[in-house]
Nanobody, 127 residues
Framework: QVQLLESGGGLVQAGDSLRISCVASGRAFSRCAVGWFRQAPGKEREFVSAISWSGSSTAYATSVKGRFFISRDDAENTVYLQMRSLKPEDTATYYC????????????????????WGQGTQVTVSS
């Protein structure tokens, strides 16, 4: 029902900014809460940020709060993650995930709450 495709990853230096995108197919996307997760080699997947389908509610992991900003453009079926002041510890594969919900302000920080996942985009931050 919903297919997700991330893009925009790359190799940057510490302190740089990068914006990654999650483009969705399917009309249901406008009623999906979306989360960003990341996984570094040898580590568990972790929550990064989430946004409700209305856009009125957002959440951030403590490690990225104040540096990362999530937004969505439903006309473009896209959710963005703007990342600033990147650090080497931000290096990971970033995944977007979506869940269809009837609650406009709903989001989740738990990966098992999401039904649809993208393939991921690699972000590498050099020191």
């Amino acid at each position: 029902q919903v297919q997700l495709l991330e893009s925009g990853g790359g190799l940057v230096q510490a302190g740089d900014s990068l914006r990654i995108s999650c483009v969705a197919s399917g009309r249901a996307f406008s009623r999906c809460a979306v989360g960003w997760f990341r996984q570094a080699p040898g580590k568990e997947r972790e929550f990064v940020s989430a946004i409700s389908w209305s856009g009125s509610s957002t959440a951030y992991a403590t490690s990225v709060k104040g540096r990362f900003f999530i937004s969505r453009d439903d006309a473009e079926n896209t959710v963005y993650l703007q990342m600033r002041s990147l650090k080497p510890e931000d290096t990971a594969t970033y995944y977007c995930a979506a869940v269809l919900t009837g609650t406009s302000a709903y989001y989740s920080i738990a990966d098992d709450e999401y039904d649809y996942w993208g393939q991921g985009t690699q972000v590498t931050v050099s020191s």
